[in-house]
C-alpha cells in the first residue's frame, strides 16, 4: 500500500469518463476508462444518461480502491474535469430531472436564432458585441451551446423545467452529486457567456446579458473564486464510494483547463494542443480579447486574474475511431495500434487520398454547423493503410490551418507544442503534426490522462495554497521535430482550405441539425 496522498480524478469526457488514482506528482497509481452512448436523432438531439456517469464513477472507484490497496485516509481530495457546453437539469438535492443535453445538441437553434441571430454571420451585431464586450464571446444561434440547450428545454420540454432547481455543466453536477452543494466558476461556465469577465472576481452572472436571452439567474448555481473547496463528500456519498468523509472536493474544471495543467503549459504563452474526441490548441494569456470571425477567444483561466485561448474543432481522434468503425463493419474491430502501424506503410500524402475531418461540422477557424467530412482522390489502387494515413494527415492539416489564426491572435510563434489526449499516444501522429504544423511537438507521458492528471495536479495546488509554476505537469516524454524531407509532403494548411472553399456550397443544401 502506498503511503502518499492521493486525488480521486474524474475526468468525463464527451466518450465517457475516465477515473484515476493521482498522486502529488502527477504520477497515475491506477486508472479505468469507460464509455457511455451519446443518442442523436433527426431533430439535433445529442444527449447522455448523467445517472449512467454517476454508477460508472462510483463503481470504478470501489474497484480502484480495492485493487490498489489504498486505504480510503489517504484520498484527501477529489476533482473533476471533463466536457463542458453541455447541460444537465437537477433537482434541489442535484439528482438528474432529464438527460445531459450535450455540447452537440442543436434543438434549440430555433429559440437561439430568434434571441440573437442576425444578418451580420448570422448573428444580430448589437446584441453579439455586448456579450463580447463584456464575456469575449456569446451564445451561438446554432444552439449548440448551453444558452440554447436551456431555451428548448423552457420551449418544448416544460416538464423537466418544472422538476428542476438548476441548469448546470456536467462538471458542476458531478460536483454537487459530491457534495451536495450547487456551485460553478466563472471557468466552469465559460461557454454560458454570462459573467463578466473583465474582471474574474466579480462571482455574479450579469443580468442583462440574461434577459437579452430570456434566462433567469435564480437556475444557476452559485459562482465561486475558481480554485475553491467546495465541502467535504457527503455522509452517503462517502460510504457508498468507500472514502472517507473528510476528502474534500474542489471546484470542477473544463477538460481545457485541464489539459493546460496536465501538459505543464501553464505560463503565457506555452501551448498546448487537444488530439480527443475533439481538438483545440491553447495558450495561457493575460487580457481578454476576442477574434469573433475565426471563433478564437480568450476565457476566465486557470486562476482569479488570468486567461486561456479557447478555440474548438469539433472533430480530432473522433476520426479515426469513426474510421475504425467503419472498417469493422459487422466484423472484428481494427485496434489502434494495428490502425497507426498500417497507416505507416503507406507514404506521406497518403497517394493523394485527402479527407476532410468535419464529421460534426465545425468551429474553428470557420463557423459551419452543416459542413462534413469525406474523402477525395480516391481510386480502384486506394488501400486501406492511405484511408488510416489521410485521415490522420487530415485532422492535423485542419489544426495546421487553425495554428495560423491562432499565432496571430496570440501575437507569437507558438512553439514547441505539447500534445495531449488519446490520439498523442501515436508517434506517427506525434510526427505528422510535427511535419505538417512545421513545429516542435512535445509528447506529454501518458497522454490519454493527461486532463486526468491535470485536475489532480490543480487540486492539490488549491488545497497547499501553490503557485501553479510549482505544479507544472512534469517533462514531455518525447519531443518530435519537423522532418526536413518530409515537410510540405502531408497535406497541410493550404490544401484543408482550399477544401473547405469547394465543400462549403455544398454544406449549404443540407438540412441544419
Not at 474543432?313 to 475504425?324: F, I, N, R, S, Y
Amino acid at each position: 500500500m502506498s503511503p502518499e496522498e492521493l486525488c480521486l480524478s474524474i475526468d468525463l469526457g464527451t466518450g465517457g469518463p475516465k477515473i484515476a488514482l493521482v498522486g502529488r506528482d502527477g504520477a497515475v497509481l491506477a486508472h479505468e476508462v469507460h464509455h457511455v452512448t451519446t443518442h442523436f436523432d433527426d431533430r439535433g438531439a445529442a444527449i447522455q444518461d448523467a445517472e449512467e456517469w454517476w454508477q460508472l464513477i462510483g463503481d470504478a472507484t470501489r474497484r480502484l480502491l480495492t485493487g490498489s490497496g489504498v486505504a480510503k485516509e489517504q484520498v484527501r481530495v477529489v476533482a473533476v474535469t471533463g466536457q463542458y457546453a453541455s447541460t444537465v437539469p437537477v433537482d434541489d438535492n442535484g439528482l438528474p430531472t432529464g438527460p445531459c443535453l450535450t455540447w452537440l445538441e442543436t434543438r434549440g437553434r430555433p429559440y437561439s436564432k430568434k434571441a440573437i441571430g442576425g444578418a451580420f454571420q448570422g448573428y444580430n451585431v448589437r446584441k453579439s458585441l455586448a456579450f463580447v464586450r463584456k464575456t469575449g464571446g456569446g451564445p451561438s444561434p446554432t444552439g449548440a451551446d448551453p444558452v440554447g440547450q436551456m431555451l428548448f428545454l423552457m420551449h418544448e420540454e416544460p416538464e423537466v423545467v418544472a422538476r428542476t432547481r438548476w441548469f448546470m455543466e456536467p462538471i458542476d453536477y458531478l460536483t454537487m452529486r459530491l457534495t451536495g452543494v450547487a456551485s460553478a466558476t466563472h471557468a466552469s461556465r465559460l461557454a454560458l457567456w454570462m459573467t463578466d469577465n473583465r474582471n474574474l472576481t466579480t462571482y455574479q452572472y450579469d443580468e442583462k446579458l440574461l434577459a437579452m436571452m430570456g434566462l433567469d439567474a435564480t437556475r444557476l448555481p452559485p459562482l465561486l473564486p475558481i480554485g475553491s473547496v467546495v465541502g467535504p463528500l457527503t455522509a452517503d456519498v462517502a460510504a457508498a464510494l468507500g472514502l472517507s468523509e473528510k476528502t474534500l472536493v474542489v471546484t470542477g474544471i473544463p477538460d481545457l483547463h485541464a489539459a493546460a495543467l496536465g501538459s505543464g503549459a501553464t505560463r503565457p504563452g506555452e501551448a498546448h494542443l487537444a488530439l480527443s474526441t475533439t481538438s483545440w490548441i491553447s495558450c495561457p494569456l493575460v487580457k481578454m480579447k476576442t477574434d469573433i470571425k475565426h471563433s478564437i477567444a480568450s476565457v476566465p483561466g486557470l486562476t482569479n486574474d488570468s486567461y486561456l485561448m479557447i478555440d474548438s474543432q469539433d472533430t480530432g481522434a473522433k476520426a479515426l475511431e469513426w474510421l475504425q468503425g467503419v472498417l469493422a463493419g459487422s466484423g472484428p474491430t481494427m485496434a489502434y495500434s494495428e490502425m497507426t502501424a498500417l497507416a505507416a506503410t503507406s507514404p506521406p500524402g497518403a497517394h493523394g487520398v485527402l479527407f476532410t475531418p468535419w464529421l460534426a461540422g465545425e468551429r474553428s477557424p470557420v463557423g459551419n454547423r452543416s459542413i462534413r467530412a469525406g474523402f477525395s482522390n480516391l481510386s480502384i489502387t486506394t488501400t486501406t493503410a492511405d484511408l488510416i494515413l489521410a485521415v490522420m494527415e487530415g485532422v492535423a492539416a485542419n489544426s495546421a490551418w487553425l495554428l495560423g489564426y491562432v499565432e496571430k491572435f496570440g501575437g507569437q510563434e507558438l512553439s514547441p507544442i505539447r500534445l495531449v489526449g488519446g490520439g498523442a499516444q501515436s508517434t506517427l501522429w506525434c510526427q505528422i503534426y510535427a511535419d505538417t504544423l512545421d513545429r516542435e511537438i512535445e509528447q506529454v507521458p501518458q497522454p490519454l490522462l493527461a486532463q486526468t492528471r491535470g485536475a489532480a495536479l490543480g487540486a492539490f495546488a488549491t488545497l497547499d495554497g501553490r503557485a501553479l509554476d510549482e505544479v507544472r505537469a512534469a517533462t514531455p516524454g518525447a519531443t518530435f521535430s519537423p522532418s526536413s524531407d518530409q515537410r510540405g509532403r502531408h497535406h497541410g494548411a493550404e490544401t484543408i482550405a482550399a477544401l473547405y472553399a469547394r465543400d462549403k456550397k455544398w454544406s449549404r443544401q443540407r438540412p441544419r441539425h
